[in-house]
């Protein structure tokens, strides 16, 4: 039996609405009630987690890892706030946990590789790097379909190469005098 019945409702009814920083305080307060409601941890921990919380994220997920360690996206939640706080180590530990238990989520390769290039693993982080079209749904990296192949590193002498930008014009000006 939940005793908190009212605050978590309140919480998710605010947090479809958008009034994200409403429904953190609700499920604050669920939590103040009973520490261990997996609803009221997970949705409290991802909003943080989006709002770059990391810290205060991180321990929300912990305990419910203690809780239901098989919960459904926890082990990718995870990494990511570690990677958000810039504890690689931790956070590759837990992509490859994600991995594992996820290995069909092309998102976990998609974050992977961020966590693994930082760490300059660059042959394995490219590896899931170019994994990212598989996610687009999910991270909006999205491959315009051009009737040409896509180029793996051969040799260009005497061939054209199309460069065309997928993820943002700011990394396009970044890189454009190079």
Request: charged share 25%; aromatic share 12%; proline share 4%.
């Amino acid at each position: 039996v939940q005793t908190c019945a009212l605050p978590i409702y309140l919480a998710v009814t605010l947090q479809q609405v958008g009034a994200d920083r409403e429904s953190m305080i609700e499920y604050a307060a669920t939590l103040r009630l009973e520490p261990g409601h997996m609803g009221a941890l997970w949705n409290y921990g991802n909003l943080l987690r989006l709002d770059e919380r990391f810290d205060v994220a991180l321990p929300l997920f912990e305990r419910l890892h203690e809780i239901a360690p098989d919960y459904q996206g926890l082990k990718l939640a995870i990494a990511i706030t570690n990677y958000g706080l810039r504890r690689l180590d931790a956070s590759e530990r837990w992509f490859r946990l994600a991995a594992k238990y996820d290995a069909q989520d092309p998102i976990v390769w998609w974050e992977m590789a961020h966590c693994l290039l930082t760490r300059g693993e660059w042959g394995e982080g490219f590896d899931c790097y170019d994994r990212r079209f598989e996610g687009a749904a999910k991270n909006g990296v999205y491959a315009y379909p051009f009737p040409f192949p896509l180029w793996k590193g051969e040799s260009l002498r005497g061939r054209s190469i199309l460069v065309h930008g997928e993820q943002g014009l700011g990394d396009e000006i970044m890189f454009a005098d190079r």
